[in-house]
């Protein structure tokens, strides 16, 4: 027990003295001050000297004390010249005691003496001359600072900050947010100064950049330099410099990764299994993902493969070439920066020259036309699309339009949406049409029009990666989307059948106010258009398909009326009295209580099957009223069908506008409380009632000032000198179709080419299209990049 004692008094005795350096102070009452090399001020205090400003009074109000009463801990961060001046130390930056994280040790956290220099930080035993140095950390422009945060505080009473060195990681605590922010502030200056580290690899690129024009000094960097080259061995350290630190502090992922010089090294060890990998797709997968999520692991990655097709001992072997293959991959997806991409470029053109017409030669030419064209992807690609790039081949896309109709086209890792909309215009005969159409991501109950700079490959890859439903596929879809002019499509063309198949959409989606007696013929019109003459054999498809679903839901959904004498009472509480307790009646009154809402609860669940059996039966006498006009359109063709569906359809006179639902301000309330209809068409916007066919208010183009996105669901038009406000969840795609309008008319107007999609000067940008004040507006110049 007493030798016990002992040691406890031993690792204790310096932590009792601390108690002393917190009691009575205040975290605001100490100021420090960092003074850069170069001043110099006029009392002569050293240029790189802190200073501390005692406290002029206590935490209890009293004036401040003399030097002699300060703690020996508070008196340690004092710099006195005659003790620790310039003229001993001139490369003295800060010193002062911190807290440090012990691993491995039952004591967590221990109190050293911490200096930092021009060159490293360092802590000491103690704060006396001739102290024992502990510990050095080399502070270089790699190393990395975690500032102070409130969680940590909230956790352990300390404020943080994390030093990260090659070699070491120091964790510093301080009970004073001020002294933490100023140990912070003062390494990372440190650090702010420190040349920028290159590695051996990076030298010997700028070496090679530098003599690419003569071949036997580039063979003798080669051969004299065994880390360009290909090699069997592991990788210990990765080939670019890299900040030390953890990766939440570098890189923000939230995916599981470790630092990224770790990272680095793992993906060293993946590209020599693809060597022996029965399957190397999950590998390749799995390298493209990594880099996708790791921005600054592009230019290693391509560093490492030139390495491993470098000097390769067996060049010509399936083993080898799988380097080639996940480069090919690569090149496909992601751009290096200048620097590698010179370098990359020099090794292709090599390669090339040194094994002329092999399996090498290939890959090289094929990867120098990938880099001419990739951008950087949205996602990696899927396992059909690195099977093909393994192969050097194009990739089948299926892209289907109105109707059964559907088009095969060969695609490539760099195909846009907007090359796929002309070869499909080319296609189908309509590089003649005055409409503009677009390609749209599409399944049985959602679609969005897709970005004529978007990479069809990406589309696919994230259409293949989306859940299944039960009944509906997702799928790529060409159609309209502008219609400038309906009234002179032809009705033997297939626009024509363009125009019919989206007027349908609209109808079963309830988005053409129409009569009940109308809507039913348009359902009879439909059935002959696509089945023909009735007949009992006929397949009859269901009621959802021909009409809209809402039209027969609103016959049944409309609040029951309870009688007067079932509602509960909703008279206030006479003044004085107590409120009404929950369960009046006690534990009785309880169970009473709970009996009831049961009953409620049975008597809802019935309602609910009556409620649907009506809807049945509802539907049923919708569905014989149009099957019985059905037979009355018996000799119809499918020309006449459609044509007569369409001249329903026009009457309409918002008919060719697309609707979107928004919430819209109303002023006098202060609030998006009026639910209507925006109509986008080829002339104007206008404001609907849900269901109406009149329009509220149109606003022509030539009227609108501007219109853009104002927050992050609002949708701001400014005409003349009113401002509209809308709340929407289809900001994007308001905003993509009011710019292809603009677009489509400047082009009509001869002001732009004649092939038109979706994004040809329609991208899109938060904030506000200010437009002229002309009859008929055109749209501004939009920078290229979407939101």
Known sequence: MPVQGFCWFLCCRQGFNLLGRDYGEKEEEESFELRNKEDLTCNGRGPLEVTLSQPTRTANGTNGHSLSEVPDEMKSLIIEKSKMGLEEDPELLVKG?????????????????????????DYYSSSERG??????????????????????????????????????????????????????????????????????????????????????????????????????SPLYAPLLPFPYGSLEHTYHSGKGYATVREEAVKLFNCLQQLESARDPVPLIQGVLQTCLDLRPLRDEVYCQLVKQTSCTPQPHTAAHLRYWQLLT????????????????????KR?????????????ASFIGEALEKTRCRECVPSWEEIQVLMGRQEMLCTVHYPGPGSCQLHISSHTTANEVVRRMLEKLGLKESRNTFSLFEQNAHWERAVGGSTIIADILTSLSAKEPDSDSQWRLCFKLYCILDADTISVDSIEYLFLFEQCHEMVVRGQLPACE???????????????????????????????????????????????PALLPATHPPAQGCPPPQRFPGGLLGGALWNHTATAAHKQKVEQDLRLRSRLKEEAAAIMSTVVEAWKGLAGYSRRDSMAAYLTIARQWSGFGCTLYEVDF????????????????AATCVSL?????AEALESFPYGQICSYGVSDSNTFKITA????????????????????????????????????????????????????????????????????
């Open 97 to 121: 005691w911190l807290f440090r994280e012990v691993c491995g040790s039952w004591i967590k956290q221990r109190c050293y003496w911490f200096v930092l220099s021009l060159d490293s930080l």
């Open 131 to 232: 102290a024992r140095r502990l510990g050095t950390l080399v502070l270089t422009n790699l190393c990395s600072v975690i500032w102070p945060d409130k969680q940590t505080f909230k956790e352990t009473g300390y404020w943080s900050i994390t030093v990260y060195g090659r070699k070491h990681c120091y964790r510093l605590y301080t009970k004073h947010f001020n002294e933490a922010v100023h140990w912070a502030c003062a390494v990372q200056k440190v650090i702010d100064t420190k040349a920028p580290v290159e590695t051996p690899t990076q030298l010997l690129i700028r070496d090679i950049e530098e003599n690419k024009f003569n071949p036997e000094v580039v063979d003798n960097i080669y051969q004299h330099n065994p880390i360009l080259k290909h090699t069997q």
């Open 329 to 348: 991959c690569m090149s496909c997806t992601f751009l290096p920066g200048p620097g590698v991409l010179k370098y990359l470029r020099f090794h292709l």
């Open 351 to 363: 390669i090339q020259f040194q094994f002329p017409d092999s399996e090498m030669d290939n890959y």
């Open 517 to 563: 007696e109308d809507l039913q013929t348009l359902a009879a019109l439909r059935l002959q258009s696509v089945i023909g003459d009735f007949s009992t054999h006929s397949p009859c498809p269901p009621l959802d398909e021909l009409f809209p679903g809402h039209m027969v839901e609103a016959r049944l959904l409309m609040p029951p009326c309870a009688p």
């Open 665 to 680: 301000y109303i002023s006098s309330t202060g609030s998006f409380s009026q639910k209507l209809w925006l109509g986008v």
């Open 688 to 692: 609907y009632r849900q269901g109406e």
């Open 720 to 787: 003349g000198d009113r401002d509209l406000l809308f709340e929407t969840t289809k900001l994007t795609e308001i905003m993509q179709l009011m710019n292809a309008y603009f677009s489509a008319i400047r082009r009509q107007r001869g002001r732009g080419d004649d092939v038109v999609s979706i994004t040809e000067g329609t991208a899109i940008e938060v904030g506000f299209h200010h437009l002229p004040p002309t009859p008929t507006p055109t749209l501004l110049e939009l920078p290229s990049h979407p939101v």
